[in-house]
């Protein structure tokens, strides 16, 4: 852990603090920092212990920023990529040649990539590099229009995401966050149709969840057709619902959709599913883009290495 890459994202969740950087720089004992200059790295760093190397970058304010850095991280040896900040990040951070170190400070902070699933200020207590251990991450693969996004807790097609507004986690419109603006939102049904080999849907629904069938894929909560795909052993499944889940319920409201229908279809590595709809894709938490041409996606393993308590 001597040599290490640091990106972090200033705007995922409530931000993060220099006093976390440092903390858990100095944890993993480490001596040659290389980071972004400026604040998605080396505005955390400067003025500390640590001999700080900047990568110029040319940033654009977007989420291809960290793709930007990842690519110059991958043009030099080092032992490890830690990355601050939500799911989406993590996944940005995914093509890493690098082992990833996933330090969670976003909205929800629920991907496979994080070091652990604690909170941060018991990740610093026991982040040691003898403590840590590398494992590989299975995940997903996204193509649209020829470019390529991996995701590795789901895909979602829908018109809103979950965010911090302030200090409080809300719904907010997709395509809007696309172009820069967090604009609370409830969601809107949308047309799609969906191909998996010979078998099809297609109709008006809620929201479109792509996610791998195992433990990641029980916090969903939809169960029938997917509790039997996990049982089964099926490498992912897609999940169709007739409402849309990002949206906070209350009791009433809940009440006044039931009964609440989800169609399912399993897939495994190998197939490929077809998505066409007129609505926003997120990967992670992260909206892509709105869909003007079918989506690809398919299962992969192995995609990516990250270091684990």
Request: glycine share 8%; aromatic share 8%; net charge positive.
């Amino acid at each position: 852990m001597r040599r290490l890459g640091v990106i972090i994202n200033p705007y995922a969740g409530k931000g993060v603090k220099k006093e976390v950087v440092i903390s858990v720089l100095k944890r993993l004992k480490s001596s040659e920092i290389f980071a972004p200059r400026g604040k998605l790295g080396s505005k955390y760093i400067k003025n500390s212990t640590f001999r700080l190397k900047e990568i110029e970058v040319d940033m654009k304010g977007s989420r291809e920023d960290t793709e930007r850095v990842i690519e110059e991280f991958n043009l030099v040896e080092l032992d490890a990529v830690v990355v601050f900040g939500g799911d989406g990040t993590m996944s940005d951070a995914s093509h890493s040649k690098h082992p990833l170190l996933c330090i969670p400070t976003g909205s929800t902070n629920v991907s496979p990539l994080m070091t652990s699933q604690e909170n941060i200020g018991e990740i610093i207590e026991k982040l040691a590099p003898e403590k840590l251990k590398v494992e590989w991450v299975d995940g997903l693969r996204i193509r649209l229009n020829g470019d390529e996004f991996q995701a590795f807790n789901d895909v979602v097609i829908g018109s809103t995401i979950i965010s911090t507004v302030g200090e409080k986690r809300t719904q907010i419109d997709a395509f809007k966050f696309i172009h820069g603006v967090k604009a609370t939102a409830k969601p809107k049904k949308f047309r799609a149709r969906v191909r998996v080999g010979e078998k099809e849907v297609r109709g008006v629904f809620g929201n479109i969840f792509v996610s791998p069938a195992d433990k990641r894929y029980l916090g969903k909560g939809i169960a029938g057709g997917a509790a039997m795909s996990v049982f089964l052993g099926f490498d992912a499944i897609i999940a169709l619902t007739e409402e849309p889940m990002i949206y906070h319920y209350t009791k009433d409201e809940f009440r006044e959709l039931e009964p609440f229908v989800t169609k399912t279809l399993s897939f495994d590595e190998g197939e490929t599913v077809r998505i066409e709809a007129e609505e926003v894709i997120s990967r992670d938490g992260t909206p892509l883009k709105k869909l003007d041409s079918p989506a690809y996606i398919d299962f992969r393993r192995k995609l990516v290495r990250v270091f684990k308590l």
